[in-house]
């Protein structure tokens, strides 16, 4: 059930200090984690909290091994409520993620034609490039988010007789249709959407679902985007700006998302939880420390976090970086 590391799983380092001060708190994950898989509390308790002495981050060890956080992800945990609840806020109340004013700062200082995200469609800032591509009253987009579904539903026919089938594929052409024509309106506006996805146990896929409709593929249909595999990623191919909103710490192969993300595009922006404690549902957390050692490895960047007029509720910190000096010009110009 626990997998023991002798390495640091973002910079691969072996300097691994245990933390002296070691605590362990409960909370709602811990707790349905534990129920689910009936563990008891003296097995949470092996995982200590250590530092690596290159990167900075800290790291749980042991943690959860691979067939464990598949049932977490997957199963215990298959819908990410917070991905979700964005979509859903949107949709009802038009109400935007909250990552203070960084979509604004993005917009005005760049000229962003594409744009990327990482793993997760709704923790980011798609739906604001969404929201400001359509100039249409809430009506239309509680319309296009039911089409989406009803489209994607109308898809899933396993127990229905050869007539219904049909049936049920014209109908699902009609939604499609009415997705398309929606779409097409301001079609000179719109910057071209990808979402890279590595699949990893290590984060939400298989099972975030919403009215059995899952993210990626809702997401795909609503904002017009193309899911790019990173094991299939075209470098010719330049991307303006990289999100990663909270999902560096959701994979098991953080420095190769980042890296790529980088060279890639000319800014990546990392939004991430800066957790001193590291609950047990996380396997690392990064810290400020951990800029400067992007910084040592040319990895230049400007941490945001006090500059987006966020008021924040836990502990995070938001941050953009580049291979190039020139292209955080204008954002360091800010601090
Ligand atoms: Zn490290």
């Known amino acids: 059930m626990l997998k ?17 001060k070691q605590k362990f708190r409960k909370n709602f994950y811990i707790e349905t984690i534990m129920l689910d898989l009936n563990l008891s509390e003296k097995i949470l308790r092996k995982m200590k909290v250590y530092k690596c002495k290159n990167c900075k981050i800290l790291q ?6 691979d067939h464990t956080l598949r049932k977490i992800y997957a ?9 979700w609840s964005n979509m859903l806020n949107f949709i009802k109340n038009k109400k935007l993620p909250d990552h203070g004013n960084v979509y604004n700062l993005l917009i005005k200082n760049y000229k962003i034609r594409s744009y990327a995200e990482f793993n997760n469609p709704f923790t980011g800032l798609f739906l604001n490039f969404f ?8 009506k239309f987009f509680k319309n296009y988010f039911k089409n989406n579904i009803n489209y994607l539903t109308s898809r899933q026919v ?15 052409k ?5 997705i398309i024509k929606f779409r097409d309106i301001k079609k000179r506006k719109i910057c071209k959407k990808f979402l890279f996805v590595d699949n990893s146990s290590l984060t939400w896929g298989q099972n975030d679902n919403f009215k059995s409709v899952n993210s990626k593929s809702l997401a795909s249909e609503f904002f017009d985007l193309n899911i790019v595999d990173i094991n299939s990623v075209n470098y010719k191919k330049k991307i303006d700006i990289f999100g990663i909103f909270h999902t560096l710490d959701h994979t098991f192969e953080p420095k190769r ?28 957390s990064i810290t400020p420390g951990f800029l400067d050692y992007l910084k040592k490895n040319k990895i230049y960047n400007v941490n945001l976090t006090k500059k987006i007029q966020k008021k924040f509720k836990s502990p995070e910190l938001y941050f953009a970086c580049s291979k190039k000096k020139l292209y955080l010009k204008k954002l360091s110009k800010l601090i």
């Open 60 to 65: 749980n060890n042991p943690w959860f091994d």
């Open 174 to 178: 009609h939604f499609l249709d009415s």
């Open 4 to 20: 023991t590391y002798s390495h640091c799983i973002y910079c691969n380092s072996k300097k691994l200090i245990k933390i002296q």
């Open 131 to 138: 929201n400001n591509e359509f100039s249409h009253k809430q």
């Open 158 to 172: 396993v127990e229905k007789s050869t007539l219904l089938k049909k049936k049920a594929a014209l109908k699902g």
């Open 257 to 284: 998302i980042l890296d790529l993300a980088l060279k890639i595009s000319k800014i990546v922006v990392v939004y991430a939880h800066v957790d001193d404690n590291l609950n047990k549902q996380h396997l690392f």
């Open 75 to 83: 199963n215990i945990y298959g819908q990410h409520n917070r991905g």
